[in-house]
């Protein structure tokens, strides 16, 4: 007779969640999965694929402006939000289910029910209030957007949750946030017809990311017609007359709009998860504590993707996953690799980036080679908008390591994933030179490079 119930239960029917479950069970461990919500978790239900389905559908106007400098004629459009909505929720409604077939042909117990854990081995689940014994328990219950709790008026603004079903397509709107959902969203509502504002506290948006690029899309956006108010905050949020929300900032007045939406970060989604009970333990933003291996402190919980608050990435959660499975099942001790992740923002232009931004480089190594190269794409050429794509590579001149490489423009996502590869692969920057250009594309410019726009020695420009 066993001792438990099952060997591995997992929390948590998201990314990172999933894979766990789907590859412990096909390696015949006993495997039971709970979900309160959908499965697919934040990236499939209300994160990375409706989002990116939007920002295709946001795309369209531009695509219909640029048609008549290549001899189309395009007739009257008019984009209908509930179309959109609709169209997105048959898809991941799709995805939803393939995500459920994959678990129950891996033999996965699915259990539609939040659980909480009880004791180390100990899981309650509330829908029938049964407590079942797991020999490993995987906490993998993502998180959610900041409350931003102490606004006033809090309650009248809304989320990325929120924000994919709205019953209807607010007229303007107000996105409070400098990072990846603000700007994101920024260029989604804008795309799609809405008067949009960005108002975010920093100097300038997007403050993990290379300052050329920054300054670049921040351009960008502005040209297009998104309003952008740096160094402010929202100070309260009231219900107007007309039953908009007028928006009281610290440096631009009073704004009035249809809707207010929230993106100052996520938070794990720990409270009421039994955590004390069992003994594990959290950091002061409540992020589960964990070791190279996913390890909490107490033996046989471990804690991957977004709860841990790593790097809050679906690649990531799935890599840590993998390596969990690898660690604990497969007997090759792995540990994530959580070092030059490739990551896209998908604005309007899109950035792409790997590695360290210059600023960051500059303090690290003591000279640096920067190859920059800012050019109209060809396809702007004919339809005659006003667009420029940057590129960047960041070398450290004592090895010639390319040590970040950073592109602003179309397709930077789709170039970011392979440079991640070269950049992994510890390439020089006589690797880049020596690569033939695919041509014509953008992206013949990152191996076409071959003399450096400036350096930098001793954090100074030279
Ligand atoms: P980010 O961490 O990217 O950005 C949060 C923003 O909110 C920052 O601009 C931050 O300012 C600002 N902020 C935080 N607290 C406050 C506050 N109290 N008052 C005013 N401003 C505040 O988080 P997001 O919510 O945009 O996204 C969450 C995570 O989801 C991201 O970190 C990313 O990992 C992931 N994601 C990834 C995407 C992708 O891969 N394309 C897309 C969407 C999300 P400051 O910069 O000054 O700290």
């Known amino acids: 007779m066993p001792q438990f119930d099952y060997d591995l239960f997992v929390i948590g029917g998201g990314s990172g969640g999933v894979r766990s479950a789907r590859l412990a069970s096909s390696l015949g461990k006993r495997v039971a999965i709970a979900e309160e919500f959908r499965y697919g978790g934040t990236c499939v239900i209300r994160g990375c694929v409706p989002k990116k389905l939007y920002v295709y559908a946001s795309q369209f106007h531009e695509h219909f402006e640029d048609a008549a400098g290549f001899g189309w004629h395009v007739g009257e459009t008019r984009f209908d939000w509930r179309s959109l909505v609709e169209a997105k929720e048959k898809e991941i409604t799709r995805l939803e289910g393939l995500y459920r077939k994959g678990l129950e042909n891996a033999g996965v117990e699915l259990l539609s029910t939040r659980a909480v854990l009880v004791g180390p081995n100990s899981i309650r689940l509330t829908a029938t209030d049964k407590v079942v014994t797991a020999e490993r328990i995987v906490i993998a219950v993502g998180g959610h957007p900041t409350p931003h709790s102490d606004l006033p008026g809090r309650d009248l603004c809304i989320t990325s949750n929120e924000a994919f079903d709205l019953p209807e397509l607010p007229k303007s709107i107000l996105i409070a946030g400098g990072g990846y959902i603000a700007v994101e969203f920024a260029n ?114 471990f804690a991957l993707g977004d709860v841990t608050d790593r790097v809050q990435l679906t690649p990531v959660a799935i890599h840590e996953a993998m390596c969990f499975i690898e660690t604990e099942y497969k007997g090759r001790t792995v540990s994530p690799d959580h070092d030059l992740i490739a990551t896209a923002v998908f604005s309007q232009p899109e950035i792409g980036t790997v590695g360290m931004t ?99 020695k001793n954090g100074e420009r030279i």
């Open 358 to 456: 210059e600023e960051a480089a500059a303090k690290r190594f003591e000279e640096l080679e920067v190859y920059r190269a800012e050019f109209r794409p060809m396809k702007a050429t004919l339809s005659g908008r006003a667009e420029r794509m940057i590129m960047k590579l960041v070398v450290n001149a004592a090895d010639r390591k390319v040590v970040g490489a950073h592109v602003l423009g179309h397709d930077a996502g789709e170039m970011a994933q392979l440079l991640g590869i070269s950049l992994k692969a510890g390439s020089t920057k006589d690797d880049f030179d020596r690569t033939m250009a695919v041509h014509p594309t953008a992206a013949e410019e990152l191996v076409t490079m071959y003399q450096p726009s400036y350096r930098i």
């Open 188 to 301: 989604i509502f804008h795309g799609l017809g809405v008067e949009t504002t960005l108002i975010y506290r920093g100097k300038e948006i997007l403050s993990r990311f290379d300052n050329d690029l920054r300054r670049g899309l921040h351009a960008a956006m502005e040209a297009k017609g998104i309003r952008i108010l740096c160094e402010d905050l929202m100070q309260s949020v009231k219900q107007a007359e007309d039953g908009r929300r007028e928006v009281s900032t610290r440096s631009h007045g009073t704004i009035l709009v249809d809707q207010v939406m929230l993106a100052l970060g996520r938070v794990p989604n720990t409270t009421g998860l039994g955590l004390e009970a069992a003994g594990v333990a959290i950091d002061e933003k409540g992020a589960i504590i964990v070791d190279e291996y996913s390890r909490t402190n107490v033996p046989g919980i």
